[in-house]
């Protein structure tokens, strides 16, 4: 298959809306046909998640985010969009996603943040900080062959900023961060993710993709706000990826689509 031919067959499956960023990286990956193994190893070896494959994991939360909507809509013929989707149908799914993507990383669902932190720490012994071990589990946490932490995600349904459902997650997030974090010295967690997914039904695709851009900045907004009263200074970074726009109806006066929104959250010390 031609690299046209491919690129547009991911297009019209929805699979992927293809940014600039990620336009450069498949070129570079269907021209020069990089050894996966070369990567991997290099990544494995060099101990640490590169810029390479933190977008990977950015870009197959999304897509299988997208991909897990349209498969549980055709699932129903159409009768369950999101809000009466099940949360862990799209956990298990970008689990999935990502253990077929990092080659070098396995994958846990549920688990518990304690043993986390005991894997993650380093030097002298401690136990869970009283607010991790409160948090409970981790939706979904990234490892090295050898039983390095990397990176956990923590996947949510919303549709506007949610106090009493969001700010467990992000607060957990920011903890992990702070206290496992390899820039801080004392572990080795390098990224944690939040993971919005929504959508919505609006007059015109314009308008909905409007919605989700504010929707965005005010998500990171209130992350920004938590961060602030922990000590270092916490960087925000967002992707998101748009489903179809689908027409409600047959006199198309309202159509509705799914976006995801992976915050990707990182300890600058």
């Given at each position: 298959?031609?690299?046209?031919?491919?690129r547009?067959?991911?297009k019209?499956?929805?699979?992927?809306?293809?940014?600039?960023?990620?336009?450069?990286?498949?070129?570079?990956?269907?021209?020069?046909?990089?050894?996966?193994?070369?990567?991997?190893?290099?990544?494995?070896n060099?101990?640490?998640?590169s810029?390479?494959?933190?977008?990977?994991?950015?870009?197959?939360?999304?897509a299988?985010?997208?991909?897990?909507?349209?498969?549980?809509d055709?699932?129903?013929?159409?009768?369950?969009?999101?809000?009466?989707?099940p949360?862990?149908?799209y956990?298990?799914?970008?689990?999935?996603?990502?253990?077929?993507?990092?080659?070098?990383?396995?994958?846990?669902?549920?688990?518990?943040?304690?043993?986390?932190?005991?894997?993650a720490?380093?030097?002298?012994?401690?136990?869970?900080?009283?607010?991790?071990?409160?948090?409970?589990?981790?939706?979904?946490?990234?490892?090295?062959?050898?039983?390095?932490?990397?990176a956990?995600?923590e996947?949510?349904k919303?549709?506007?900023?949610?106090?009493?459902?969001?700010?467990?997650?992000?607060?957990?997030?920011?903890?992990?961060?702070?206290?496992?974090?390899?820039?801080?010295?004392?572990?080795?967690?390098?990224?944690?993710?939040?993971?919005?997914l929504?959508?919505?039904?609006?007059?015109?695709?314009?308008?909905?993709?409007?919605?989700?851009e504010?929707?965005?900045q005010?998500?990171?907004?209130?992350?920004?706000?938590?961060?602030?009263?922990?000590?270092?200074?916490?960087?925000?970074?967002?992707h998101?990826?748009?489903?179809?726009?689908?027409?409600?109806?047959?006199?198309?006066?309202?159509?509705?689509?799914?976006?995801?929104?992976?915050?990707?959250?990182?300890?600058?010390?």
């Amino acid at each position: 298959m031609s690299f046209d031919s491919f690129r547009a067959l991911l297009k019209r499956k929805s699979i992927l809306k293809l940014d600039v960023s990620f336009e450069l990286l498949f070129q570079a990956c269907y021209f020069v046909q990089i050894s996966r193994t070369t990567i991997d190893m290099q990544l494995e070896n060099s101990g640490k998640m590169s810029e390479l494959e933190d977008d990977k994991i950015a870009i197959s939360i999304c897509a299988s985010s997208i991909l897990a909507f349209e498969e549980y809509d055709a699932m129903t013929e159409g009768g369950y969009w999101l809000g009466s989707t099940p949360e862990y149908w799209y956990t298990t799914n970008i689990a999935q996603s990502l253990n077929q993507t990092m080659k070098n990383r396995f994958v846990v669902l549920e688990n518990s943040v304690t043993e986390i932190h005991e894997y993650a720490q380093r030097g002298k012994a401690r136990l869970a900080t009283s607010e991790l071990r409160a948090a409970g589990r981790a939706d979904i946490s990234l490892w090295t062959k050898n039983w390095k932490p990397r990176a956990i995600i923590e996947v949510k349904k919303g549709w506007h900023w949610d106090e009493t459902r969001f700010a467990p997650d992000i607060q957990r997030l920011l903890e992990s961060l702070r206290d496992l974090g390899r820039k801080s010295g004392v572990g080795t967690l390098n990224h944690a993710y939040f993971v919005l997914l929504t959508d919505t039904s609006k007059k015109t695709k314009k308008l909905g993709f409007s919605h989700f851009e504010n929707l965005e900045q005010t998500i990171a907004t209130r992350i920004k706000e938590k961060a602030t009263k922990f000590k270092g200074e916490y960087l925000v970074h967002s992707h998101r990826q748009y489903g179809r726009f689908i027409w409600n109806g047959k006199k198309r006066k309202k159509g509705s689509c799914f976006a995801a929104i992976v915050y990707r959250l990182t300890i600058k010390v």
